[in-house]
């Protein structure tokens, strides 16, 4: 892959949390730490926002940590500080009814923020604020385009997809 087909992802901390060491067996720790590991290997970048930062800090695992020195010795880190949109974040959470849907809305909004900064591109294991997000995007045409991809689920060929260049499919858009 060229460094021309890099791609800044912003990567959740929920995958840092379930990556799993070389000896790890059970699937979700194996795909989180060798979706890491191709990020690793290949010319994309991670965005960290503040909150970010302290989500993996609190969150990561052994393995994610010694993963994430590694990057930051490449230069792979891309420390951002995207300005705060609340306007944008009330138009999501009002296409909501529910005060859980808000609240988990509200507490994840930043991915989308920091997305929007950068390659529009999000990588997390959570299929409800996923599912959340891509409900909202049907009224918020701000967010339509961001890529969701978990690397979890095999049959979004997640490492394929990094190894294609992370490409801006339509099927992976939040509007799909």
């Known amino acids: 892959m060229r460094a021309s087909d890099s791609k800044r992802l912003v990567i959740d901390a929920d995958v840092a949390r379930a990556s799993g060491s070389e000896t790890a067996t059970h699937p979700r720790a194996e795909h989180c730490r060798d979706f ?5 290997s290949l010319s994309h970048r991670i ?13 990561q695992s052994r393995f994610a940590r010694r993963w994430r020195v590694s990057m930051d010795a490449r230069k792979k880190i891309e420390r951002i500080n995207p300005p705060e949109d609340e306007a944008l974040e009330n138009k999501v959470t009002n ?11 509200e507490k994840d909004f930043h991915l989308l923020q920091a997305a929007l900064a950068t390659d529009q591109t999000v990588i997390s294991l959570d ?12 009224q918020v045409g ?6 969701w991809v978990n690397p979890d689920r095999m049959e979004e060929q997640p490492i394929l997809w990094l190894q294609s260049g992370a490409p801006p499919e339509p099927r992976r858009q939040l509007s799909a």
Do not use: C, P, Y
């Open 36 to 40: 890491l590991n191709a990020v690793l």
């Open 47 to 59: 965005v960290m926002t503040e909150k970010i930062n302290n989500e993996w800090k609190n969150h």
């Open 95 to 105: 296409t909501a009814d529910d005060a859980d849907e808000i609240e988990a809305m």
């Open 127 to 138: 299929e409800t604020i996923r599912g959340l997000f891509k409900r909202a995007s049907q």
């Open 142 to 147: 701000e967010i339509r385009n961001i890529i």
